[in-house]
């Protein structure tokens, strides 16, 4: 499906040379004599606004006109290690994620937009044995289902980085209140860096939209978290994607933070690196996940156009993303294990409007359900005061029950709680680990909104510079 069409004939010196560099790097790729085949001048004339010039080239969709072997490079992703394709999308957040570390390392790779190629979902599905999982990166022939970045690493041959600079400080997550800490820092002159193992943004990344986050009525998380990252860049925060924070310890009055990505050094430490969706832990949910079972509405909304749609939970996220999702889908059920939804009346209200929803209580998921091919077909539900059990049929499900702090790497290292969140000394964001301070959804008693966030960055970043001031 991947088609790549060049329009040339072999008196053109151009056409020589790209077929050569083709041919070199091992892309198939269609050839139509313009001399031998008349309907090909008239497709030149009709790509270049009736102008004949070759070589042209069709790749994917996109028309080339005469490009040098640098730009056939790039657009086909041709390197010295192989070929790279990537399918995705630039809501993906993980696209996002993998796009930023092959251009950091000068991979070139040749993106298909799922939204604007026509052909990509199936492609997709037939990589995937039917999984729509977006990145899907064919490296040569190998295919890589989102792959993370030391996989990428790995495949391509990408060296070993070596980090001995110390910086002032660390931010761990590059959400709302790692970027606003990001932020302060560096307007305070404090060289800083920004490590997050997924992508910018974090969770508000995946909110389609923000309705109370002062100075904008209305703004979509990724344009929020977008503007975010580009104040802290500009004021000389440095931001890598794709790197885990695998441990935090001490070392000769710094810290020394170990990662999949090397060590890196620093005064400083503030740990802003929030939270992710919990699953129903429930049959069927592993087996169908990318493939009927969802937990992000801005990534996945999008396949489901017309569609039918389970949203299971019944708090703030649940109704938002559900609301959301009624954009795309035709019908959308909300399933919640409890009598009444425990969302604020904003979102409970809204989805009273709504006609395309149903709603359905006090039922707990018991079974996600596939067809004989292994697609999604139902959620199993029990009601919680009969016992009675149906079958709640759809072409996808969402799921929105709750969040779990990352911060399974600082387990002995600082002080959580017994859910995982870290603990801090009262009225503050200090840790009980001098020179480490927290902020954001993963801070003991925060507040889980994008305002109140940005403003913990902020006390965490004149927490660390006062720090660095008496050290």
């Not at 056939?72 to 990537?86: F, T, Y």
């Not at 695998?246 to 009055?253: A, C, D, K, S």
Request: with cysteine.
């Amino acid at each position: 499906m991947n088609e790549i069409i060049m329009y040339g004939a072999d008196w053109c010196s151009d056409c020589r040379r790209a077929k050569a560099f083709l041919e070199e790097s091992g892309v198939d790729y269609e050839y139509r004599d313009t001399v031998l085949d008349e309907s090909a001048v008239d497709t030149v004339e009709m790509l270049n606004e009736g102008r004949r010039v070759i070589p042209t080239f069709q790749i994917a969709g996109k028309t080339y006109t005469n490009p040098d072997n640098g730009t056939l490079a790039s657009v086909l992703g041709i390197n010295p290690q192989g070929r790279v394709v990537m399918y995705g999308a630039d809501w993906c957040p993980d696209c996002r994620r993998a796009k930023a570390y092959l251009n950091e390392h000068n991979i070139h790779f040749q993106f298909i937009d799922v939204d604007e190629v026509e052909w990509a979902t199936a492609e997709i599905q037939a990589l995937n044995n039917g999984k729509r999982t977006i990145p899907t990166i064919l490296i040569d022939d190998t295919v890589f289902i989102n792959p993370d970045n030391p996989t990428l690493k790995e495949a391509l041959g990408i060296g070993e980085e070596t980090v001995t600079k110390l910086y002032d400080s660390i931010v761990i997550g590059a959400g709302p209140a790692g970027l606003t800490a990001a932020i302060y820092m560096q307007r305070a002159k404090h060289d800083t860096l920004v490590l997050d193992k997924m992508n910018v943004g974090g969770n508000t990344f995946l909110t389609s939209r923000i309705e109370n986050y002062p100075g904008f009525t209305e703004i979509s998380g990724p344009d929020l978290m977008e503007k975010m990252s580009d104040q802290a860049e500009t004021y000389g925060a440095t931001i890598k994607q794709g790197v885990e924070v695998q441990g935090l310890e001490r070392v000769n009055g710094s810290f020394r933070l170990a990662t999949n990505s090397g060590d890196f050094l620093a005064r400083t430490v503030i740990v802003a690196v929030g939270s992710q969706y919990q699953t129903l832990d429930i049959p069927g949910e592993d087996e169908l996940l990318g493939i009927g079972v969802h937990f992000c509405a801005a990534c996945d909304a999008p396949f489901y156009k017309d569609k039918d749609l389970i949203v299971v939970g019944g708090g703030n996220s649940a109704l938002e993303e559900g609301i959301y999702l009624t954009n795309f889908a035709e019908h959308v059920t909300f399933v919640s294990n409890k009598p009444d939804f425990t969302a604020e009346p904003i979102f409970t209200e809204k989805l009273a409007t709504l006609q395309n929803v149903t709603t359905v209580m006090n039922q707990s998921g018991e079974e996600f359900v596939a067809n004989d091919d292994g697609s999604f077909r139902a959620l199993r539900v029990r009601d919680n005061e009969t016992g009675d059990v149906q079958e709640i049929e759809a072409d996808g499900a969402f799921v929105f029950v709750g969040l779990t702090p990352n911060t399974s790497f600082l387990a002995g290292t600082v002080e959580l709680d017994d859910r995982g969140y870290v603990e801090v000394a009262p009225g503050s964001v200090e840790t009980s680990m001098a020179g480490v301070f927290a902020a954001g959804d993963s801070r003991k008693g925060a507040i889980a909104q994008v305002a109140a966030a940005t403003g913990e960055g902020v006390l965490a970043s004149f927490a660390a510079g006062e720090y660095i001031r008496r050290s």
